[in-house]
């Protein structure tokens, strides 16, 4: 039995009733006021999935939002039931959906250990055998004995995080909550979870960090709509996804006005990030090509008009704000639309998402005619052998034992 | 319904509509033998939330488990107070009388008004695990069973220091609790099943559980009630009727003549009465547990 979970032509049915009476009360209501039970609408979550995951494996789930994720990992640990379909799972399921669910305030961390554990499935026995464990991952000997409502949230995730690791499922699923604790425990966790996967747990994963997704898994499902449109790679199904995921990007930036302001005599009616191939994309690697594209439409004749970027990092630090006048390139005049273009050859910058603002002003930066703020956002992939920082500077090393001088 | 199989460490979800007519009934029972096993495997989640409520509830308060006890001793010299001194109604050792029925009755209140809450105050756990989502309302009436067998040794002791023999017909006192606890637990499934749905249950309840409370000869004698009422045309026999439709009202008289008898030490009870409310208080644990299991697996999606 090589298989650990296998979804057979699983649908997913859920029925959304708009205005639905929660209350006794509102039923008497509409009831009196003659109006029905409210009105129904069919919205099919999953529709006709089928894959298999191998016992060991670690799979990836991305997609959008609504794309059916989160709904496959309910179906697998049973909160909710398929509407057509078979589901085979094998093995103890553990979820790390949502850290210290089911945690009792008044219950010190120790007594909620126990809680945990039996809401997990486990005997009394099995968890008295992990305590030890659970107590030290979590790094909390000295207040296990204390109410948990006295814990800082951090602790809460932490012991959270080590009950749900330490009850060693065979299947392990993972919603998006490797962004817990603090750095250090951060990695720890990461390591525990690799542990997990040496030990031959399989992990089923759903993130929105495609780095995390390259890093962790060795396939990757997209979904889209409730249904599976990539099975393969992580490298494939990220590419393929970032890609696809670029238009949507680009449609909901035009959407944000309110980042938008300036007199409006010449607009940015479209950025683009190129690759060296001239091809669109919103992630690169450390060391590519890398092109914003801005197309424009002057209303009027304008002058001697100054076009610019900045890139600010995910944090909020600003990386760099060129713009053609500092580069000493003065574009004469413009009237209707264009095309201004900003390349880097060589991108310096190392793993992150990174957000571009555009702006056009005129030559004494008096007037902004067009400004959007961090509207645009691409990511460096990790793969860059230098790890910390902003920037690879592209120095050299160089050694010697003699001494100097 | 969802057919749900384990074999070993392997689960098989089937949904519904896979399942043939002919196939069907096979895989009920098949359903039905691999639930109650997971059931057992649960067993230790339902001890351990009975001991968190009795945790909690007796940690929170200085007093202790003298803080439980402390609320119907209230109740019960209040009563004694308004029954024998302001209006004497000429009851025999009133405080005993009066406890034979309100620690019961407590046990039976405490634990629907707990339970009708259970599933929808865990909603957090019940989106995010699984776990046989009946042991939340069974735990609640369970921790309200162990307080009130800690609340009958109370009673025990003002029946010895009212003098009064403590007779044979005691023993019967766990048959009677455990036809009780059947139906609090029928009770209890239907009305937090009915919670996840209608927020408001649990506030028409509240009301309810008042009503009940005094149509339930708590305070009163159940032979007070007119075997001859006579309404417009119609003959009412009230203390017939109370005994067929309120089984609380069965439990408690059975509860009072084991153990308070007419005041002289208990009596042998009403035996095709408590027979009869056996009877009801398994059709109701039959209904709860039918109801529960056809809308539990909207739990997740509702609550």
């Known amino acids: 039995m090589n298989t650990a979970i296998r979804f057979e032509h699983v649908s997913k049915r859920f029925?959304?009733?708009?205005?639905?009476?929660?209350?006794?009360?509102?039923?008497?209501?509409?009831?009196?006021?003659?109006?029905?039970?409210?009105?129904?609408?069919?919205?099919?979550?999953?529709?006709?999935?089928?894959?298999?995951?191998?016992?060991?494996?670690?799979?990836?789930?991305?997609?959008?939002?609504?794309?059916?994720?989160?709904?496959?990992?309910k179906l697998v640990s049973r909160i909710i039931d398929p509407t057509s379909g078979r589901i085979v799972v094998n093995g103890r399921v553990g979820a790390l959906l949502e850290l210290g669910t089911g945690f009792h305030p008044d219950l010190t961390g120790r007594e909620n250990i126990y809680l945990n554990g039996a809401i997990l499935g486990l005997q009394r026995a099995e968890i008295h055998r992990r305590i030890d464990d659970i107590i030290a991952f979590a790094e909390m000997e000295r207040f296990i004995d204390v109410p948990v409502k006295h814990y800082s949230s951090g602790m809460y995730v932490r012991l959270g995080f080590s009950v749900a690791v330490h009850v060693e499922p065979e299947i392990l699923l993972v919603?998006?909550?490797?962004?817990?604790?603090?750095?250090?425990?951060?990695?720890?966790?990461?390591?525990?979870?690799?542990?997990?996967?040496?030990?031959?747990?399989?992990?089923?994963?759903?993130?929105?960090?495609?780095?995390?997704?390259?890093?962790?898994?060795?396939?990757?499902?997209?979904?889209?709509?409730?249904?599976?449109?990539?099975?393969?790679?992580?490298?494939?199904?990220?590419?393929?996804?970032?890609?696809?995921?670029?238009?949507?990007?680009?449609?909901?930036?035009?959407?944000?006005?309110?980042?938008?302001?300036?007199?409006?005599?010449?607009?940015?009616?479209?950025?683009?990030?190129?690759?060296?191939?001239?091809?669109?994309?919103?992630?690169?690697?450390?060391?590519?090509?890398?092109t914003v594209e801005m197309r424009y439409k002057a209303h009027k004749t304008i002058e001697r008009p100054v076009f610019g970027i900045?890139?600010?990092?995910?944090?909020?630090?600003?990386?760099?704000?060129?713009?053609?006048?500092?580069?000493?390139?003065?574009?004469?005049?413009?009237?209707?639309?264009?095309?201004?273009?900003?390349?880097?050859?060589?991108?310096?910058?190392?793993?992150?998402?990174?957000?571009?603002?555009?702006?056009?002003?005129?030559?004494?930066?008096?007037?902004?005619?067009?400004?959007?703020?961090?509207?645009?956002?691409?990511?460096?992939?990790?793969?860059?052998?230098?790890?910390?920082?902003?920037?690879?500077?592209?120095?050299t090393w160089s050694w010697t034992d003699q001494k100097i001088g | 319904m969802t057919l749900i199989e384990r074999k070993g460490s392997q689960t098989i979800i089937v949904a519904d509509a896979e399942l043939s007519v002919t196939q069907k009934p096979f895989h009920i029972v098949r359903a039905t033998l691999s639930?109650?096993?997971?059931?057992?495997?649960?067993?230790?989640?339902?001890?351990?939330?009975?001991?968190r409520d009795l945790k909690v509830r007796y940690r929170n308060s200085v007093l202790g488990v003298l803080w439980s006890l402390g609320n119907p001793l209230l109740m019960m010299a209040v009563f004694t107070l308004v029954f024998t001194v302001m209006t004497p109604s000429n009851i025999e050792k009133f405080p005993i009388f009066v406890l034979c029925g309100l620690l019961p009755w407590n046990f039976f209140s405490a634990s629907v008004?707990?339970?009708?809450?259970?599933?929808?105050?865990?909603?957090?756990?019940?989106?995010?695990?699984?776990?046989?989502?009946?042991?939340?309302?069974?735990?609640?009436?369970?921790?309200n069973m162990v307080n009130f067998l800690i609340a009958l040794s109370v009673l025990f002791a003002?029946?010895?220091?009212?003098?009064?023999?403590?007779?044979?017909?005691?023993?019967?006192?766990?048959?009677?609790?455990?036809?009780?606890?059947?139906?609090?637990?029928?009770?209890?499934?239907?009305?937090?099943?009915?919670?996840?749905?209608?927020?408001?249950?649990?506030?028409?309840?509240?009301?309810?559980m008042l009503a009940w409370f005094f149509l339930t000869p708590i305070f009163y004698p159940i032979d007070i009630l007119p075997r001859n009422?006579?309404?417009?045309?119609?003959?009412?026999?009230?203390?017939?009727?109370?005994?067929?439709?309120?089984?609380?009202?069965?439990?408690?008289?059975?509860?009072?003549?084991i153990l308070y008898g007419n005041g002289f030490g208990g009596a042998p009870p009403a035996l095709d009465f408590f027979s009869r409310t056996t009877l009801t208080a398994l059709g109701v644990l039959v209904l709860g547990i039918l109801v529960f299991f056809r809308y539990k697996r909207l739990f997740g999606e509702e609550v």
């Not at chain 1, 580069?327 to 095309?339: F, L, M, N, W």
């Open chain 1, 15 to 73: 029925v959304l009733h708009h205005h639905r009476a929660r209350s006794f009360q509102e039923l008497v209501i509409r009831l009196l006021h003659g109006q029905g039970n409210g009105r129904r609408e069919v919205f099919w979550a999953l529709s006709d999935v089928s894959f298999e995951v191998k016992r060991g494996e670690t799979v990836a789930l991305v997609g959008p939002n609504g794309a059916g994720k989160s709904t496959v990992l």
């Open chain 1, 175 to 290: 919603d998006e909550v490797l962004a817990v604790g603090d750095a250090a425990f951060q990695r720890r966790c990461l390591e525990r979870i690799d542990q997990l996967r040496a030990d031959g747990t399989t992990i089923m994963f759903v993130s929105h960090d495609l780095n995390a997704v390259r890093r962790l898994c060795q396939r990757a499902l997209w979904l889209e709509k409730g249904c599976v449109v990539a099975d393969s790679s992580p490298e494939a199904v990220v590419c393929e996804y970032a890609t696809h995921s670029y238009a949507a990007n680009a449609a909901l930036a035009a959407r944000r006005e309110a980042f938008r302001h300036g007199t409006g005599e010449v607009t940015i009616e479209e950025v683009r990030f190129l690759d060296s191939e001239g091809r669109l994309r919103d992630f690169f690697s450390t060391g590519e090509s890398f």
């Open chain 1, 310 to 395: 900045a890139i600010h990092r995910s944090d909020g630090v600003h990386v760099t704000g060129p713009n053609t006048q500092f580069a000493q390139y003065e574009i004469p005049v413009i009237r209707g639309e264009g095309v201004v273009r900003y390349t880097v050859p060589f991108l310096p910058l190392l793993e992150g998402t990174y957000y571009v603002s555009t702006a056009v002003v005129d030559w004494n930066d008096t007037q902004m005619f067009d400004y959007h703020d961090r509207l645009y956002s691409f990511r460096i992939l990790p793969g860059c052998a230098e790890r910390y920082g902003l920037v690879t500077l592209k120095g």
């Open chain 2, 35 to 51: 639930y109650l096993a997971e059931l057992w495997c649960y067993r230790e989640l339902l001890f351990t939330l009975v001991v």
């Open chain 2, 113 to 143: 008004i707990g339970s009708i809450r259970s599933i929808v105050d865990n909603a957090p756990l019940i989106r995010k695990v699984y776990f046989p989502r009946e042991v939340l309302p069974l735990s609640v009436v369970l921790s």
């Open chain 2, 158 to 208: 003002f029946i010895l220091a009212f003098q009064m023999p403590i007779t044979p017909w005691a023993l019967l006192l766990p048959v009677v609790i455990l036809v009780q606890v059947l139906f609090t637990c029928g009770i209890a499934l239907i009305l937090a099943t009915v919670n996840v749905f209608y927020r408001d249950t649990q506030v028409i309840m509240e009301v309810a």
């Open chain 2, 229 to 257: 009422y006579h309404l417009g045309e119609i003959t009412i026999d009230v203390w017939r009727w109370m005994y067929m439709l309120n089984p609380m009202a069965s439990l408690i008289a059975t509860y009072r003549v």
